[in-house]
């Protein structure tokens, strides 16, 4: 997740210019890049529920070009219902969220865990994120500081402009930082992401792709999609904490 700091801003013309009062470092920003972003955050704070899918795919270019793949399905329904379904090259997972406790199953060992959660979805994310060293798919997207933390994190955001990607009409942003390269694409139809790239910088360098699909916004989705029953067979571990 992107790390939330404050820098001082100045607009100036159609770019943004700051200075980091701890460093020489200029960022510079195009406003109509941060408009795009605003818009989107916009779109997914009015969200009263959705599903969507996403599919993955993390490169490590310090191993023979190594990726892994991930499918995952992803229900959400405001403020506090989650669930996440994730099957891929690690194995096949599932996270459920009631609004008062979260569930994790590993479906390949059969094995789960559920721990209390706070009463909304993002102190949620950010809680076992910070604790268990989960990461949650497209999290990122959900933050309403979305576009504060882009702006804080990368010296440059560029607007790139409408582009076409697998016959869908989007508008792309980039931004880029001493350590990595950010790339988004949003549909200009929905307004909703398309599209995201991280391409990590260096010799060690990692590239994460994401790619959404199947967008529903706003249907119902009942309580016992949310709820968590294990399976007599199945056994309880304890979530380990990240060291």
Not at 110 to 120: C, E, K, L, M, R
Not at 132 to 155: K, R
Not at 203 to 210: A, G
Request: net charge neutral; glycine share 6%.
């Amino acid at each position: 997740m992107f790390k939330r700091i404050f820098i001082p801003i100045i607009i100036i013309g159609t770019s943004i210019i700051s200075c980091d009062s701890g460093s020489d470092v200029v960022k510079e920003y195009d406003t109509r890049a941060v408009t795009v972003l605003d818009s989107l955050t916009s779109v997914v704070g009015e969200l009263k529920s959705c599903s969507f899918s996403l599919n993955t795919e993390l490169t490590n270019n310090n191993e023979e070009n190594k990726s892994l793949f991930v499918e995952h399905d992803i229900y959400m329904r405001g403020p506090n219902k989650m669930y996440v379904h994730s099957k891929g090259d690690k194995g096949e997972k599932g996270y459920w969220y009631n609004g008062k406790q979260l569930a994790f199953l590993n479906f390949d060992k059969s094995v789960f865990d559920t721990i209390s959660a706070p009463g909304d979805i993002i102190s949620t994310i950010d809680l076992v994120h910070n604790k268990y060293g989960v990461d949650f798919p497209a999290a990122d997207f959900f933050y309403p500081t979305l576009t504060d933390d882009i702006i804080n994190n990368y010296n440059k955001i560029y607007y790139i402009g409408d582009v076409k990607v697998n016959g869908k009409e989007c508008v792309a942003v980039s931004a880029t930082n001493e350590n990595e390269s950010l790339y988004i694409w949003v549909n200009k139809d929905t307004y909703l992401p398309y599209r995201m790239i991280i391409a990590q910088k260096g010799k060690t360098s990692k590239v994460y792709e994401s790619t959404f699909s199947n967008w529903k916004i706003n249907q119902h989705l009942p309580d016992v999609l949310f709820k968590f029953t294990p399976k007599s067979t199945s056994k309880r571990i304890k979530l380990s904490s990240k060291k």
